[in-house]
T-cell receptor
Framework: EDQVTQSPEALRLQEGESSSLNCSYT??????LFWYRQDPGKGPEFLFT???AGEEKEKERLKATLTKKESFLHITAPKPEDSATYLC?????????????FGAGTRLAVHP | DVKVTQSSRYLVKRTGEKVFLECVQD?????MFWYRQDPGLGLRLIYF???????EKGDIPEGYSVSREKKERFSLILESASTNQTSMYLC?????????????FGPGTRLTVL
């Protein structure tokens, strides 16, 4: 069964304390893995797309990496404004179409 | 920048009412999507459209319908609202050519059905 699992569910960091969020997936024929950031009460904001194992992408303090079974979102020296829920999603082929399947997200809190 | 807007940020309706949620995108995207987001369940696809007047069911279409009369506008309709449809509704769009293109989301509509 196609699924996306994110861990941990919640993460509390001190400002400047680097860490990683995990997204593991089981899907036949990966057609793209997506990372989004979601602030409370708002829609998800696109961060990265990764298509093949070994690919890496960076944006400010965030770096996303991809292997054949999982992706990591590394946060280097986080700041309080990085506090948000981070969502991971992959495409799965269902009912004749490609559809996004989302993980439940990791709630990140960065404290000063 | 891609801009996806939704007609209301917050909406309160009564059981049995007909509810319309509107979504507009300004980037000439072919594909549009409606999701609902509930705590512990994540985002779930309700309906999507890959062209004007075309629609396809997602994973949880029961109790919902959609309309896409113009390329930039995708409406979600709750024919007879029920309390279990209280949720955050998110609209998204993507460029087209492939449904695997990056999806861009609107700000969401928090719907409460009393």
């Amino acid at each position: 069964e196609d699924q996306v699992t994110q861990s941990p569910e919640a993460l509390r960091l001190q400002e400047g304390e680097s860490s990683s969020l995990n997204c593991s997936y089981t899907v036949s024929g990966l057609r793209g893995l997506f990372w989004y950031r979601q602030d409370p009460g708002k829609g998800p904001e696109f961060l990265f797309t990764l298509y093949s194992a070994g690919e890496e992408k960076e944006k400010e303090r965030l770096k996303a990496t991809l292997t054949k079974k999982e992706s990591f979102l590394h946060i280097t020296a986080p700041k309080p404004e990085d506090s948000a829920t981070y969502l991971c999603a992959v495409h799965r082929f269902s009912g004749g179409y490609n559809k996004l399947i989302f993980g439940a997200g990791t709630r990140l809190a960065v404290h000063p | 920048d891609v801009k996806v807007t939704q007609s209301s940020r917050y909406l309160v309706k009564r059981t049995g009412e007909k509810v319309f949620l509107e979504c507009v995108q300004d980037m000439d995207h072919e594909n549009m999507f409606w999701y609902r987001q509930d705590p512990g369940l994540g985002l779930r696809l309700i309906y999507f459209s890959y062209d004007v007047k075309m629609k396809e069911k997602g994973d949880i279409p029961e109790g919902y319908s959609v309309s896409r009369e113009k390329k930039e506008r995708f409406s979600l309709i709750l024919e007879s609202a029920s309390t279990n449809q209280t949720s955050m509704y998110l609209c998204a769009s993507s460029k087209g050519g492939s449904l695997t293109d990056t999806q861009y989301f609107g700000p969401g509509t928090r719907l409460t059905v009393l």
